[in-house]
């Protein structure tokens, strides 16, 4: 397994579990001690969470099976949560709304340091760009919270270019990740300066639905099938025995670091994303996937 430098004292793996599934796909209990073991000793020790993830469920899933009875393990994996998104409840009218403020973050970050069973986090990252966000206020609250030591480095998720520059003006630690959706489905952040963003600030990009939240194995839509089709034959041509292997090539080839973020709870999904590092496309082939998947040609 690679290793990505996320700040001197942070490394990344290069491929990284994401949680979000795992209380809708009754990952709990001993199946999650055992996807969580898997995934350590194949040397996958990120895990990414948001204290949203199953309707504010999946966090205390991982931390009942994982953290309660092993505190040791503590110290061999990362742990990436993020705050602000509030999901429609009863307490709450079923509004769906961000909060940026302090008052929420400590709440928020509280709940999952309990949820986790740990006493930190090693990034807490700002989850939704929030027009209403004041950086000023927000600033001061995360570096308190890093002082108080329970959250180690800041990032942010879905930041545009100018999004990311704005809060990065304010806070006290540098952002030490953008987590952002990159797949063969959805390519615009090759275009919109987020990559660029991350070649400048020289820090790691995280990639959410690498694989187009399964979208690429159910296809409805027109893109969806060439961009399925395509897949197929490019994994004829690499001897890949399946198209996800080729959708994490298209997604490391860029020239940013990028880690996937792996959505299924299912382990042999894990070890794809694992067996895709090796998986050299040519620019050429990289270029006709762009191309089908944007349904014109490249000029
Ligand atoms: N920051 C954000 O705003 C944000 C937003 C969304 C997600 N995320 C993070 O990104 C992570 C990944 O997102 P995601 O779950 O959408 O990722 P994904 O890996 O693109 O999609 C996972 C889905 O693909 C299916 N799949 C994977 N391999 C398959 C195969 N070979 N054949 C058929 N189906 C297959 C999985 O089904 P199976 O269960 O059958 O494997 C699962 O339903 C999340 O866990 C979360 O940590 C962040």
């Known amino acids: 397994m690679e290793y990505v430098t996320v700040a001197d004292d942070l490394k990344f793996s290069k491929v990284i579990a994401g949680t979000m599934r795992a209380s ?162 959805y390519t615009d952040t090759f275009f919109n300066g987020v990559m660029d963003s991350a070649l400048i600030h020289k820090i790691p990009l995280m990639a959410w639905s690498p694989l187009a939240g399964g979208k690429l194995f159910h296809p409805e839509t027109g893109q969806q099938f060439r961009v399925r089709e395509i897949l197929r034959q490019m994994a004829e041509k690499y001897g890949a025995d399946s198209i996800d292997k080729i959708a994490y090539a298209f997604i490391n080839k860029l020239p940013a670091t990028i880690c996937p973020i792996v959505g299924s709870t299912k382990f042999e999904r894990i070890q794809s994303a694992i067996d895709a590092q090796s998986i050299r496309l040519t620019n050429k082939d990289w270029f006709k996937i762009l191309e089908v998947s944007r349904g014109r040609e490249v000029l």
């Open 24 to 185: 809708s796909e009754g990952l709990s209990g001993s199946k999650m001690a055992d996807f969580v073991d898997r995934c350590l000793d194949t040397g996958v020790t990120t895990f990414d969470h948001a204290d949203i993830y199953g309707y504010y469920e999946s966090s205390r899933l991982f931390g009942e099976a994982v953290l309660q009875d092993h505190p040791a393990l503590r110290d061999k994996l990362q742990i990436v949560t993020k705050f602000n998104i509030i999901l429609p409840r009863k307490e709450n009218g079923y509004a769906h709304y961000y909060d940026s403020s302090v008052q929420h973050l400590n709440e928020s970050l509280n709940k999952s340091l309990e949820v986790l069973h740990t006493d930190y986090v090693d990034v807490l990252l700002i989850h939704r760009l929030d027009p209403l966000l004041d950086p000023e206020e927000l600033a001061e609250g995360l570096d308190s919270l890093i002082k108080q030591g329970k959250v180690r480095h800041i990032g942010i998720s879905n930041a545009s270019y100018t999004y990311f520059e704005m809060v990065s003006k304010y806070v006290k630690t540098p952002l030490v990740t953008n987590q952002i959706e990159v797949n063969p489905l």
